[in-house]
Structure formats: C-alpha cells, structure tokens
C-alpha cells in the first residue's frame, strides 16, 4: 500500500496551486530570486547590478595612456624646438656678426690682426677657405697664411664666448719667422681672462717656414707637417714636427725626420730634432738643447750627435766628394754642439769629432798626389783609397769657413794620411796633410826617387808633407813640384830618370 505521504502521479490544478503556495519558502538564488506570476507560471527575478564608480585597472591604463600621449607630445615639441634652435644657429654662424666676433675671439687669444675669407659652419664642424694672421713688428711671429681650413667644433661654439673643439687643421700654410724684441707675450685671453680660443690640435699638413725674410734666403723648413699642442701632459705647449727639408744659406739641406718642440714661457726646447742627409736617408744627426730666442746676446747651444752619417752631409756636398764616408760622433769629446745667436745674424759655428762608422770606410779622391802615388806604385787602389781601418778627426764651421781638422785616416799595411784640410765660402781649398806609406811598399816602388820624397820612419810610416790648394771642383797640392825639384837636384849627380809628367803619363 502506498505510503500516505507519497505524493499522487496526478493532481489538479487547484491542488498545484494549494501545494505550491503551502511549501516553505526556500533561500534565494544567488542568481535571482523566484517570483509567481498572476498566471501562475514561476520566473526568477535578477537584481540590477550597480556599475562601480571606481575600475583601478582601467583607470591605470587610461593614466598610462595620456601620460604616453603627453611624453610623446613634449618630445615631438622639444625636437620642434632643438631643430629651430639649431637651425637658427646655424643661420646666426653663418652671418656676417658671427663671423666679425670669431674674428675677434682669434685676433684675442693669437695678438694678431686676422683676415678670414669664406667662413661657414655647420654642427659639427667649421670651414673656412683661407686665413691670414699678421703679429706686430718686434714679434717672432712674423705673418701666418692658412688654406682650406676645417674645425671640429663642440657645440658651445654656436652661443658661448670660447670657440672650441676638438682639431683644428689646414691644407698647407706659410709661416714667417723674426728676430724677436722685448719680453715673449703671454698667452692670448679674453676681457675676462678665459681663453678665447681653445682646441686640443692645430695642425697644418703641409707647412713652410721662412727664417726672416725670404727674398734674403737666410733659412728655411719647407714641406714640413706641424701638429701644435696648448696643452699637454708636460704643462707645455708643444709643436711636433715630421718630415720636411730644413736649408740655411751656405750649409748643406737636411731632412726632417721628425721633431717635438716645447715653449717653456721665454725658452724654446728642442726636446728632439732627428735630421737626415738630403741624399741619403740612411744616417741620422740628433740635435737636442735650449734656444733663448729673447736674449740675442746670448748664443744658444744644441748638442749634436751623429749615427753612421755621411760626412757629405755636414761639410756639403762638394767637399764631402774629395774624402767621403759614413761618421758616428766620438762619445769621448765634449764639442760636439751647434751654437748660434738667435739675432737676425745668427752666426752658427759648428764642431763635431768623429770617427768613422764600422760599417763604412773613409775614401779619399781626386787629388793629383793620389793619382802620382798610383801611377808611381804601378797600383790603381792608390787613386782612390778607402781607409777601412781607422778614421777620426773634427769637423768644424764657422764663418763660412768648413774646416776637416785633426784628420787622421789609416790603412793598415798601406797608406795613411793626417793634417788639416779647408774650405771657404767660395770654394777655395786650403791645408797642409802628411801622407805615409809603409817601409815595404816604398822599398817596392819601380821609382828610386819615391823614397827620396818620403822621410824617416814613424808609427810604421815613412811620412812626406804636402800643401793643399785649388778648389773643391778642382783640388791641388805640391806632389808634382816636390818630385820635379827632386829630379832637378838628382839630375846632375846621378843617371836621369823620368820627369813627373814622364812618370804619371797614362800608359
């Protein structure tokens, strides 16, 4: 039997609704709430959510994107802004009131009047088609002339009071040099004591300078690159020199090999000049020392060194091809220098002992006793010894004049020759040398009268004296009077031999 509480399969509609309305309320849906229509049928009725006024992540993305919106805005302002500025400095740079107060900042900090042609600058560099300085009277400075100009510029240059940079540079220039007057000027400023002008390198690539003035050809650096310094690690502004050919009236042309040059207020310090031969590059002369350029009374002195340098590149080219050769300086002489006054008439002398470098001997030619002596022994290495031995002796110059004194020149077993051997201005040779020649080769000789002309033994020579004269391009000396007088006074006592002319005949 069915239980009682067992609901039927059927019922009607009045018990539907008594049922329904008879059950307990249940708790409401979190998802609405159950509701009865007057129909009868069942809905859920949804509360209306309210909006929240407040979204923290929108809220943060809408910040985040007015925040870009305005970044991106100012930026696009500023670079509006930088590019008018730019663009209004670069027209001011290029107007005729920017370049008159450049012209200004140079002329302050060099002390000369400046003439700047075709001047133009962009941000980052400046040009100028060529330039002239010309210093006062009594300044060393005589006259600078720059072409095809081109600075590396910060860009402080555009508004500040200095024009600055980082190099400086110049195709080609011409600097004249003078005598200076009176105390060195000081560094060039501005009316409030900072530098006008200030770059870490000012650099011409091909450079010439004239000593003095150039029509009178006193001396001269031409072809020369010259890096200048205002500021280096020393505390001294340095010029640095490479290559270049350096000429004094009277003295053989040198090469530049290179050069570091330092202005210590009123001195100049040759740090290092390193010179070659104008003929051969092979040797090296040094010069190191301090010049005074403001006290003219006051000869200023360079010491020289020379490694394996040819001689003809100190006594010139002339008589350096009658005794030629390789010369290193003697390390035990304390002469070796190069002293003149830094006036207008300079006044250079000269003096350097030497001996002849190990790889080269010293030869000697063209002297007529050379050519009597070759003939006479029936040896053709008597024309034009090399003196492979030993070579020493002191070169010296001074007024013109190019004296080889102290020469002493030694082959072993053969041939040596000593004295003193010079040249002036023009060319005339002068001297008196001694020529020996060893007991053995004498007692050889197929003439009798050789050994009349040279004398007694000594140092394992038999010495006779001869007395130079000519020139240079023709040099002399008195072999032929010596042995014809010879013959004169044997004629009578003895049989006739040959005349000099006779002897030396080529056969």
Request: aromatic fraction near 6%; proline fraction near 6%; charged fraction near 25%.
């Amino acid at each position: 039997m069915a239980s009682p509480e067992s609901d039927p399969e059927k019922y009607s509609i009045d018990e539907m609704m008594e049922r329904l309305k008879s059950r307990a309320p249940e708790e409401p849906s979190s998802a609405g709430e159950l509701v009865i229509r007057d129909d009868g049928t069942a809905a859920i009725r949804v509360r209306k959510r309210k909006r929240r006024s407040s979204q923290p992540k929108k809220e943060e993305a809408r910040r985040s994107r007015r925040a870009l919106i305005f970044q991106i805005s100012g930026i696009l302002v500023l670079l509006i802004l930088a590019g008018l500025a730019i663009g209004g400095g670069i027209v001011f740079a290029n107007s005729v009131p920017y370049r008159n107060s450049l012209v200004k900042k140079v002329a302050a900090a060099t002390g000369a009047s400046v003439d700047l042609q075709l001047f133009r600058m962009n941000p980052t560099n400046a040009y100028a088609d060529s330039m002239s300085l010309d210093w006062p009277e009594g300044h060393i400075l005589g006259d600078l002339k720059l072409r095809v100009l081109k600075a590396e510029i910060r860009p402080s240059s555009f508004l500040g009071k200095t024009f600055t940079g980082e190099d400086v540079t110049a195709s080609d220039g011409v600097l004249r040099l003078y005598a200076p007057q009176g105390k060195p000027p000081g560094p060039g400023e501005g009316s409030e004591g900072e530098p006008t002008l200030r770059f870490n390198r000012y650099g011409v690539n091909k450079l010439d300078v004239f000593f003095g003035d150039p029509t009178e050809g006193s001396g001269r650096l031409t072809g020369t690159e010259a890096s200048f310094y205002a500021t280096t690690v020393s505390g001294h502004p340095q010029l640095r020199l490479h290559r270049g050919d350096l000429a004094f009236e009277g003295w053989p042309t040198l090469q530049v090999d290179r050069g570091l040059i330092e202005f210590r207020g009123g001195e100049i310090g040759i740090v290092g000049l390193k010179l070659s031969s104008e003929s051969d590059r092979r040797g090296q002369l040094d010069l190191v020392g301090t010049v005074q350029p403001f006290d003219p009374d006051r000869p200023s002195t360079l010491k020289l060194t020379a490694s394996s340098f040819p001689m003809a590149g100190i006594v010139g080219p002339v008589l350096g091809n009658l005794i030629s050769g390789r010369i290193d300086t003697d390390p035990e002489a304390q002469s070796n220098s190069l002293s003149f006054a830094p006036g207008p008439n300079p006044a250079a002398t000269l003096s350097l002992s030497f001996t002849g470098s190990l790889d080269s001997g010293m030869e000697m030619k063209q002297f007529p006793f050379l050519f009597g002596l070759a003939q006479s022994l029936n040896d053709d290495w008597f024309e034009r010894p090399v003196f492979s031995s030993d070579a020493s002796g002191t070169i010296r110059r001074a007024a013109g004049v190019v004296r080889l004194a102290d020469l002493s020149l030694l082959t072993r077993g053969r041939m040596a020759v000593k004295g003193d051997i010079a040249m002036d201005r023009s060319g005339l040779l002068s001297g008196v040398i001694e020529v020996g020649l060893t007991e053995g080769i004498v007692a050889g000789a197929p003439s009798r009268r050789l050994a009349a002309l040279f004398g007694g033994s000594r140092e394992g020579f038999r010495w006779m004296k001869l007395a130079i004269s000519g020139t240079a391009e023709s040099p002399a000396d008195d072999f032929q009077e010596q042995y014809n007088t010879l013959e004169r006074e044997a004629s009578g006592v003895s049989s006739p031999g040959a005349t000099f002319e006779e002897l030396t005949r080529p056969r």
